[in-house]
């Protein structure tokens, strides 16, 4: 069993995934009406002097992503590129 270890890292870019929509509400008024959607963000942490960037899909709700945020990496420790969960950092 992999052992685990977390992280602060910063989100380093944000892109919002339009094509891919996620209803909330089970009966909807217009196409858009309770729709969400998920961002692709670019991640940078640092482990034992090295930089690592990792790309992620990350779906949390309404809450607003930023270029800027802080976020927590849970991540194997005997591979340190593998990214197991990401959680929004709350200051």
Same mark, same amino acid.
């Given at each position: 069993?992999?052992?685990?270890?977390?992280?602060? %890292?910063?989100?380093?870019?944000?892109?919002?995934?339009?094509?891919?929509?996620?209803?909330?509400?089970?009966?909807?008024?217009?196409?858009?009406? %309770?729709?969400?959607?998920?961002?692709?963000?670019?991640?940078?942490?640092?482990?034992?002097?090295?930089?690592?960037?990792?790309?992620?899909?990350?779906?949390? %709700?309404?809450?607003?992503?930023?270029? %800027?945020?802080?976020?927590?990496?849970?991540?194997?420790?005997?591979?340190?590129?593998?990214?197991?969960?990401?959680?929004?950092?709350?200051?």
């Amino acid at each position: 069993m992999d052992d685990k270890a977390n992280i602060v %890292g910063i989100i380093t870019k944000v892109n919002k995934l339009w094509w891919i929509k996620i209803n909330r509400k089970i009966v909807r008024k217009s196409p858009l009406d %309770g729709a969400t959607f998920p961002y692709l963000v670019k991640i940078k942490y640092k482990i034992s002097d090295k930089i690592y960037e990792k790309t992620k899909i990350v779906y949390w %709700g309404n809450e607003d992503i930023n270029v %800027g945020d802080k976020v927590i990496i849970t991540y194997a420790e005997n591979k340190p590129s593998k990214i197991l969960e990401i959680r929004k950092k709350n200051d």
